[in-house]
């Protein structure tokens, strides 16, 4: 029997651990801290984890069979040879319903994303594009080792997906928002010399209707 969740925010920021830490029997830590912690061989195996922060944390060798992460960051954390299973989720948002398969249409085309991405939800504070990639090319190489070649497609996609939209801002001055768009240095320079082109214009139309 898993252990009740926590109601207050659970701290293990920078904490370092001499043997594997098992948290196994909580239910839920979500919205802890664990960014730069030790948790080496940790068990963490059906914990729900939404919003916590694993940054810069140290899970080598750790346990996270069933393991909840969605909304968690994970921006350096070291996941190179974890353990997970087919119910270990890392990407999509903590609202999303439980119980729902992966493997509906609906599902697949939700794009679920990881919390840095720029899209994960509307104007929050945690959207850095760098920090994205960086998380969906770690999950793409753990995936690949876990044989999860759905979760391995899925962020291979939406990291190729990044890389296009920053070569078009850069190539092109595109961006996602209109507001953006009119504020882009070329744009401007569009449009003054359209406005430039409309004032001549009506002066040579001002002209012949004098002559």
């Keep these: 029997m898993k252990a009740a969740e926590f109601k207050k925010t659970v ?9 594997g830490p098992d948290f196994s029997s909580f239910e839920s830590l979500s919205r802890g801290k664990f960014d730069s912690a030790n948790l080496t061989d940790a068990d963490l195996t059906g914990v729900t984890l939404r919003d916590t922060n694993f940054e810069n944390a140290l899970l080598s060798r750790a346990t996270l069979f069933g393991t909840d992460f969605r909304g968690a ?103 996602d928002g209109p507001e953006s768009e009119k504020e882009h240095p070329e744009n401007k320079k569009r449009e003054l010399e359209t406005s430039k082109r409309i004032s001549r214009l009506r002066k040579r139309n001002h002209r012949w209707k004098s002559d």
């Design 11 to 19: 701290t293990f920021s920078e904490s370092k651990f001499e043997e």
């Design 73 to 175: 960051k994970l921006n350096g954390a070291v996941l190179g040879d974890v353990r997970i299973d087919e119910e270990t989720q890392f990407l999509g948002h903590p609202d999303y319903v439980n119980g729902t398969s992966p493997h509906t249409y609906s599902a697949i085309r939700s794009k679920p994303r990881c919390v840095y991405d720029p899209k994960y939800e509307k104007d929050h504070e945690e959207a850095d594009v760098d920090k994205a990639k960086s998380v969906y090319r770690a999950l793409e190489e753990l995936a690949g080792k876990a044989a999860r070649p759905r979760l391995q497609s899925q962020c291979f996609v939406r990291r190729q997906d990044l890389q296009k939209d920053a070569y078009k801002r850069v190539m092109f001055g595109k961006t």
